[in-house]
């Protein structure tokens, strides 16, 4: 998982990060130990914040399953 990107994904589109997790359903801090790599995501919240920051087929391939 690529959270380096997925983070700069999130600060190129300027959404705050309650507003995504309150999208996903989930709370600030899972959110938070998430894109931190203390938790992982699940792949139901994968597909909400793939869709929340509107990414592209090779995007999401490089942020969630490439090593």
């Known amino acids: 998982m690529n959270l380096v990107l997925l983070n700069e994904k999130i600060q190129e589109i300027s959404i705050p990060k309650t507003v995504i997790a309150d999208k996903m359903g989930i709370s600030t801090q899972s959110l938070y130990l998430k894109l931190s790599g203390k938790r992982v995501f699940k792949t139901t919240e994968a597909n909400k914040i793939s869709d929340i920051l509107r990414l592209t087929?090779?995007?999401?391939?490089s942020i969630f399953f490439d090593e």
């Open 57 to 61: 087929n090779a995007e999401r391939t």
